[in-house]
């Protein structure tokens, strides 16, 4: 006796002889599929023996919302009706029609149809899909990024402008993927370069359609693949853009670098000239509490640590890291001393330590910083930008939304002290203090020997870090008889506010630039700041 | 019956049926049920993708959700793997980085009418254009169901929704027409109730090398409600009459009007591009 091959299916002139074999035989089409006839074709259907499924329909009452789609797509059409009775929301919910019992044919239609996971049909015969298709077929990869040191700046001294600088940094820190969109002043210098860069280390470059998208495939590509660090630079407009996902980056806690060299504005400004205008905008631009780093280099040298820095500092605390470099910085061409690689502090984001996937919570607030699972690695996190709870789903309840946002704020305000970071000039005598930053500091400093050398007791405060501010400087200053703080920046008054926020009623005075997008001179600095002491 | 019993977030205690065995790990039992309205096709759109994910035959480790704002955005926070919530329209950005950073992830864009082809249009053709290696599924509703019914992008002609109290004046996208002439590789329209062809799609989507493009038309209450079309169990009905599956249409023919007389579903596109990296 041959075997039946069940699924197989004839030709016309192998039907014809089919059906001239049971007419031979006088059996009717019933015969035909008796067990021991040999037929490599379809075979006809013997009612006698196929069986047919009873179903068993079982409703979860609480889950249905009484959409009635089981009841109207039931194809015997009158299986299921409506129950007189409600559950626990208020919903009627489907029942098997009273002498129906057996007309199911377990056919799932109501099963498959309803969306809310409220019916099963439960049969005596039973296919899951499992058995259909096969078993997974990737093995799991090794890390995809390592680092090639060969590739990397070589230790030792480098002459660099500020942008190379930043992009040279940040591969160095482990930066290796970039995306980005053109603009100016950072695209010539920043973008290009890294993608002529990434792909010799091993990284990746994009650009993308807009700044939005840019940041969007920044935080994404930081969320994966063994955690890349991940980049993008721009500039006062295109950041402006970015502000939503600042927020969003800083909701998921994914770690990543935005470069803003900052230019002349509001709006497009002077694209080829320096601003110092984003500074408040870093910290306040996206909307709810949250807290960022943000460091504001003053020379190529400084745009090559600083990176470093606000990569370590992203991965250390799971924020969003900002470089806030400005025209003249990126365009300023500098000595760059390159440490050897040894004695380059690299910071990697917590990891989990639990195994995947079921014990690990992605937003546990028993951690400061929580560890990150990077997606693919098994722990099937559910990354929310809604109000979260620990395991990661929207809440709006009042202490987890209290615990995330008080989470967010601390990792950077507990440890504002250990994270912030500048300069003091000539501040143990000085009776004035001028706060500046950036580009402008170079001007700054060279004002304040030319003031000295006159007599007049000035010194500097310049912040390295913009966010978390050190106000507790400004305080001691304050405290310890400083007459008058002087802002001097490339706007019409910004950190000037801040100083304000920490300087005890001491006053305050800011020195506006004079023509918007250049640089405040030595000279117009020192006038100025003789016009406030003399009063 | 149950295989799995929680006390959801609800409160409700939820007994997942014994026909979800197989997708039982990837579901998120313990937030059942679900946000969405009586009558949402979301519901069987996420038992159909948590099967495919099953049967794609790539571990469900290396499958990543990526959703935007809106109904369909909450989807990737019931399905258990990696899902990513991110902002309006920017869910397609978010998962090229993921895709270029690990290519060995399968990254799954699922969004809304509104989140994908409004606000995130320009995302939508720009990554169809690179033939970035992602797969999106756009849940086609026809109207901002989240915000109460503004008019979205695919609101046809005619129809009436709260910021078109007087009948839409504007033309809808053609989703399939847009996804080829962007260059997408991949592209199918299917409604949530042709679930063995829908399933079949999302199984073909995972194989597909480069940018492929599932349009689910789903019923959507408050799209009925607005336009006095019964509840959305009419306009599933609707669904289930109207439609004819033509695999080899015009594309140009694919547009759907507020009479919805002519439905035409299939797996319009499939053609080999080179990928924007890989």
Redesign the interface.
């Known amino acids: 006796m041959q075997k039946v091959k069940i699924n197989g299916y004839c030709t016309i002139e192998e039907e014809k002889r089919f059906k001239s074999i049971s007419n031979e035989k006088n059996l009717g089409d019933m015969a035909l599929v008796q067990q021991d006839e040999v037929w490599s074709m379809r075979r006809l259907v013997n009612l006698h023996k196929m069986k047919r499924p009873i179903g068993k329909i079982i409703v979860n009452i609480d889950l249905c919302k009484d959409c009635r789609f089981c009841i109207e797509f039931c194809p015997p059409n009158g299986v299921l009706e409506e129950s007189k009775d409600v559950n626990s929301k208020g919903y009627h919910y489907p029942v098997v029609k009273p002498g129906k019992e057996l007309d199911c044919v377990a056919c799932r239609m109501c099963e498959k149809v309803c969306p809310d996971f409220a019916i099963t049909v439960v049969s005596e015969e039973y296919i899951t899909y499992d058995k259909y298709y096969g078993v997974s077929r990737h093995a799991h990869s090794a890390e995809l990024y390592k680092k090639d040191l060969d590739k990397l700046l070589r230790p030792g001294i480098h002459f660099l402008d500020g942008n190379t600088a930043v992009a040279e940094g940040a591969i160095t820190a482990g930066c290796r993927f970039y995306a980005g969109y053109p603009i100016t002043p950072p695209s010539n210098e920043i973008a290009e370069y890294m993608s002529y860069r990434l792909p010799q280390v091993g990284g990746k470059f994009i650009q993308m359609e807009d700044e939005i998208g840019s940041i969007m495939a920044v935080l994404g590509g930081a969320s994966a693949a063994g955690g890349v660090k991940s980049m993008t630079a721009t500039s006062g407009p295109g950041f402006s853009l970015m502000q939503e996902e600042i927020g969003l980056g800083s909701m998921l806690e994914i770690p990543a670098l935005i470069v803003d060299v900052m230019r002349a504005g509001p709006s497009t400004g002077i694209p080829t000239l320096l601003g110092q205008g984003d500074i408040l905008q870093a910290k306040y631009g996206s909307h709810g509490d949250y807290e960022i780093v943000a460091y504001l280099p003053a020379n190529p040298q400084e745009a090559f640590d600083f990176t470093i820095k606000a990569i370590n500092m992203a991965e250390k605390y799971r924020v969003v890291a900002i470089v806030l470099s400005d025209q003249l910085v990126g365009h300023m061409y500098g000595k760059v001393r390159v440490p050897e690689f040894d004695e380059i502090e690299i910071v990697e984001r917590p990891k989990p330590t639990v195994p995947p996937p079921d014990q690990y919570l992605p937003y546990d607030s028993r951690y400061l910083v929580p560890p990150m699972a990077i997606a693919g690695t098994g722990y099937r996190a559910n990354n929310e930008s809604l109000t979260h709870t620990d395991k990661g789903y929207p809440t709006t309840d009042r202490d987890a939304s209290f615990k995330l946002v008080m989470r967010l704020v601390r990792k950077i305000r507990e440890n504002e002290k250990e994270i912030a970071e500048w300069e003091e000039y000539m501040l143990d005598d000085a009776e004035y203090v001028i706060v500046s930053y950036g580009s402008t500091s170079g001007s700054v400093r060279r004002a304040i020997k030319v003031l000295r050398a006159q007599g007049y007791r000035v010194g500097m405060l310049r912040p390295k870090t913009a966010w978390p501010f050190p106000g507790w400087v400004v305080e001691n200053l304050a405290s310890r008889g400083v007459q008058k703080f002087v802002t001097v920046e490339v706007n019409m008054g910004k950190m000037y506010h801040v100083v304000r926020e920490f300087s005890r009623g001491v006053p305050v005075e800011h020195i506006p630039y004079a023509p918007p997008g250049y640089i405040p001179d030595p000279d117009y600095v020192i006038n100025n700041v003789r016009k406030v002491i003399e009063g | 019956?149950s295989v799995e019993a929680e006390v959801t977030?609800t409160g409700?205690?939820?007994?997942?049926?014994?026909?979800?065995?197989?997708i039982k790990d990837l579901?998120?039992i313990d937030?059942?049920?679900?946000i969405?309205?009586?009558?949402?096709?979301?519901?069987?759109l996420?038992?159909l993708l948590a099967?495919a994910i099953?049967?794609s035959?790539?571990?469900?480790?290396?499958h990543?959700i990526?959703t935007g704002i809106g109904c369909t955005g909450?989807l990737?926070?019931y399905l258990?793997?990696?899902?990513?919530?991110?902002?309006h329209g920017?869910a397609?950005?978010?998962?090229?980085?993921?895709?270029?950073?690990?290519p060995?992830?399968e990254v799954t864009v699922v969004g809304g009418d509104g989140d994908i082809l409004a606000i995130g249009g320009?995302?939508f053709i720009?990554a169809a254009r690179r033939n970035d290696d992602i797969n999106v599924i756009i849940v086609n509703n026809f109207i901002y169901g989240m915000t109460g019914g503004q008019y979205s992008p695919t609101t046809p002609k005619g129809a009436k929704t709260t910021t078109s109290p007087y009948g839409h004046y504007e033309n809808p996208f053609n989703v399939p027409l847009l996804a080829y002439a962007a260059g997408a590789s991949y592209v199918a329209r299917w409604t949530?109730?042709h679930?063995n062809e829908l399933y079949q799609s999302l199984l073909e989507m995972f194989k597909v090398k480069g940018f492929a493009v599932i349009e689910v038309l789903s019923p959507c209450i408050i799209y009925t409600d607005r336009n006095a079309m019964g509840?959305?169990?009419d306009l599933?009905?609707i669904l289930?009459e109207r439609p004819v599956i033509d695999h080899n249409a015009n594309l140009a023919d694919l547009e759907i009007d507020f009479s919805m007389k002519k439905i035409i579903l299939g797996n319009f596109v499939k053609r080999e591009r080179p990928i924007?990296?890989g």
């Open positions: 019956m977030t409700v205690k939820v007994e997942l049926p014994k026909s979800y065995e197989d579901i998120r937030r059942l049920p679900h969405w309205c009586p009558g949402c096709g979301l519901g069987i996420l038992k099967r099953k049967n035959g790539i571990p469900v480790e290396k990543v990526v909450r990737g926070g258990k793997l990696d899902a990513y919530h991110v902002t920017r397609i950005p978010f998962a090229v980085g993921l895709k270029m950073a690990n060995e992830l320009n995302h720009h949530v109730l679930q509840d959305a169990v599933m009905k289930r924007s990296y």
